[in-house]
């Protein structure tokens, strides 16, 4: 889990992962490589301009750590704008550490523009939480929104696609983001977003829940209904196939032309009752996932996928990827996909 999630830039000298190792007193010989350790956490308030800058005169003395609320924990602000604004000025003063400018303002703990007063070499900062995206998911996109100069929905598909992290975000996640944006991309040193305001809020970003289906292999993802009830969102992902395991998705015709019935495949007859058997359905499932043949050790018996020997599928050929899903994405689904992982990293079962 650690190395799934372990730390990446995100932005310029600004990661994301998960908490370091010392954090639980397991590293002692090694010196942190960060200036700034940012803990996402259910149990942290906004900071304020009086505490940022305490914090900023104690940089030169050694890593800091502060707190920033995690994801979920924050609703929309009913009329007081003055929690906007400190996260608005928590993000700046995140990114001129990162990006220190030889004539930056002085930071006023008073005020209302929080600036850092360092000069010299740029921060590192790390935003981190136990497994690397649940909790620190809401600071991450907020900050690359600033840093990059986007708007929320390109930033959660960016650090998906290019930076290659996962998230776990939540529905009051997206609404406070799409609050906050105009504030972010104002002030943001990357200047507004070349994106037009009327498309900051494409349709498949106010059907998305604030959760991605799981990227299990570069062509293979997991997910539920709700996320196979978005194919715009799959589209923008590089999904272009879709295999629905028992829960048959809900979409126009004009979507499924688009699609085409060759990249849809719906398995019927198979509940999650704990009855219905899904084994005779592997081959057919994996054959449409598309992958060579061979035999694999389940439970002291014998899973064989007699796929032709080619070593090759549609989603590698075109660099495409197929969602498996079910209704909830955690057990027939999830079957399919161990069976994938199995046969295309010739894997045992419980390795899988």
């Given at each position: 889990?650690?190395?799934?999630?372990?730390?990446?830039?995100?932005?310029?000298?600004?990661?994301?992962?998960?908490?370091?190792?010392?954090?639980?007193?397991?590293?002692?010989?090694?010196?942190?490589?960060?200036?700034?350790?940012?803990?996402?956490?259910?149990?942290?308030?906004?900071?304020?301009?009086?505490?940022?800058?305490?914090?900023?005169?104690?940089?030169?003395?050694?890593?800091?750590?502060?707190?920033?609320?995690?994801?979920?924990?924050?609703?929309?602000?009913?009329?007081?704008?003055?929690?906007?604004?400190?996260?608005?000025?928590?993000?700046?003063?995140?990114?001129?550490?990162?990006?220190?400018?030889?004539?930056?303002?002085?930071?006023?703990?008073?005020?209302?523009?929080?600036?850092?007063?360092?000069?010299?070499?740029?921060?590192?900062?790390?935003?981190?939480?136990?497994?690397?995206?649940?909790?620190?998911?809401?600071?991450?996109?907020?900050?690359?929104?600033?840093?990059?100069?986007?708007?929320?929905?390109?930033?959660?598909?960016?650090?998906?696609?290019?930076?290659?992290?996962?998230?776990?975000?939540?529905?009051?996640?997206?609404?406070?983001?799409?609050?906050?944006?105009?504030?972010?991309?104002?002030?943001?040193?990357?200047?507004?977003?070349?994106?037009?305001?009327?498309?900051?809020?494409?349709?498949?970003?106010?059907?998305?829940?604030?959760?991605?289906?799981?990227?299990?292999?570069?062509?293979?993802?997991?997910?539920?209904?709700?996320?196979?009830?978005?194919?715009?969102?799959?589209?923008?992902?590089?999904i272009k196939r879709v295999l629905s395991i028992g829960e048959a998705v809900n979409w126009t015709d004009t979507?499924?032309?688009?699609?085409?019935?060759?990249?849809?495949?719906?398995?019927?007859?198979?509940?999650?009752n704990g009855i219905d058997p899904l084994c005779q359905e592997y081959d057919r499932c994996l054959e449409f996932?598309g992958k060579c043949h061979g035999y694999f050790e389940v439970d002291a018996t014998y899973m064989r996928f007699?796929?032709?020997?080619?070593?090759?599928?549609?989603?590698?050929?075109?660099?495409?990827?197929?969602?498996?899903?079910?209704?909830?994405?955690?057990?027939?689904?999830?079957?399919?996909?161990?069976?994938?992982?199995?046969?295309?990293?010739?894997?045992?079962?419980?390795?899988?």
């Amino acid at each position: 889990m650690a190395a799934m999630s372990r730390a990446s830039e995100i932005s310029s000298n600004v990661w994301l992962g998960n908490t370091p190792d010392y954090f639980h007193g397991t590293r002692t010989s090694k010196e942190e490589p960060y200036d700034l350790l940012i803990e996402a956490s259910d149990m942290a308030s906004i900071p304020g301009p009086r505490y940022l800058a305490m914090l900023d005169k104690q940089l030169d003395s050694g890593p800091q750590r502060m707190e920033f609320p995690s994801s979920g924990s924050l609703v929309l602000p009913s009329g007081n704008t003055r929690e906007v604004e400190d996260i608005v000025n928590t993000i700046r003063w995140i990114y001129y550490l990162a990006h220190p400018e030889p004539q930056s303002e002085e930071l006023e703990a008073d005020g209302d523009t929080v600036m850092t007063n360092s000069r010299g070499k740029p921060r590192k900062i790390l935003i981190h939480c136990a497994d690397g995206y649940t909790e620190s998911s809401l600071l991450a996109v907020a900050y690359f929104m600033f840093a990059e100069g986007v708007p929320a929905h390109e930033a959660w598909l960016r650090l998906h696609c290019e930076k290659k992290r996962n998230f776990f975000a939540y529905p009051t996640d997206v609404a406070f983001l799409c609050h906050i944006q105009g504030r972010l991309l104002q002030e943001s040193p990357a200047g507004q977003s070349t994106v037009p305001a009327e498309m900051w809020d494409p349709n498949w970003f106010h059907a998305m829940d604030g959760s991605f289906p799981s990227r299990i292999l570069p062509y293979l993802y997991l997910g539920n209904l709700t996320h196979a009830n978005n194919p715009q969102l799959l589209w923008e992902l590089g999904i272009k196939r879709v295999l629905s395991i028992g829960e048959a998705v809900n979409w126009t015709d004009t979507d499924r032309a688009n699609w085409g019935t060759d990249n849809l495949m719906y398995i019927d007859n198979v509940q999650d009752n704990g009855i219905d058997p899904l084994c005779q359905e592997y081959d057919r499932c994996l054959e449409f996932i598309g992958k060579c043949h061979g035999y694999f050790e389940v439970d002291a018996t014998y899973m064989r996928f007699p796929f032709a020997n080619t070593g090759t599928e549609k989603g590698k050929r075109d660099g495409t990827a197929t969602l498996v899903h079910c209704r909830v994405g955690v057990s027939r689904s999830a079957s399919i996909c161990i069976a994938e992982v199995m046969a295309s990293k010739q894997l045992s079962f419980p390795r899988a």
